[in-house]
């Protein structure tokens, strides 16, 4: 009887790291809102310091728009509602927005 070679099937197991996809918070320029405003929007609401703050605020005020941060759906959800609430409290059209990432 020749010698019969029997092969396991070429299977792997990879371990399956399940990461929660992230969403973007985006700030939209307008041509109201004051720029220190938006500046301490930023700081109170995203936690950013005074030059990061005022980074992403020159950003969206030259480029239309700018990602601030990413986070789980309901964190960017919340904080982009608090932020755009904190405008319009305070009589100004400022506007964040959320976005899934890719
Ligand atoms: N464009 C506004 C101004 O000139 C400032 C501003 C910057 C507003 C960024 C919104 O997301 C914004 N006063």
């Known amino acids: 009887m020749s010698p019969t070679t029997v092969k396991k099937p070429a ?6 790291t399940q990461r929660p996809p992230l ?3 985006i700030l939209l ?21 005074e030059s990061q703050s005022y980074r992403v605020m020159m950003t969206a005020h ?9 986070y789980t759906r309901d964190v ?5 509602k608090e932020a755009t609430e904190l405008g319009k409290a305070n009589g100004f059209p ?9």
Do not use: H, M, S
Request: some cysteine; overall charge positive; hydrophobic content about 40%.
């Open 23 to 25: 969403w973007k918070v």
């Open 62 to 70: 030259q480029k239309g728009a700018c990602v601030i941060a990413v």
């Open 29 to 49: 320029n307008d041509d109201f809102t004051p720029r220190e405003f938006v500046v301490e929007v930023l700081k109170a609401v995203f936690r950013l310091n």
């Open 94 to 102: 400022l506007y964040f927005t959320t976005e899934k990432e890719e």
């Open 76 to 80: 960017a959800e919340t904080k982009a």
């Open 11 to 16: 299977t792997k197991t990879r371990p399956q």
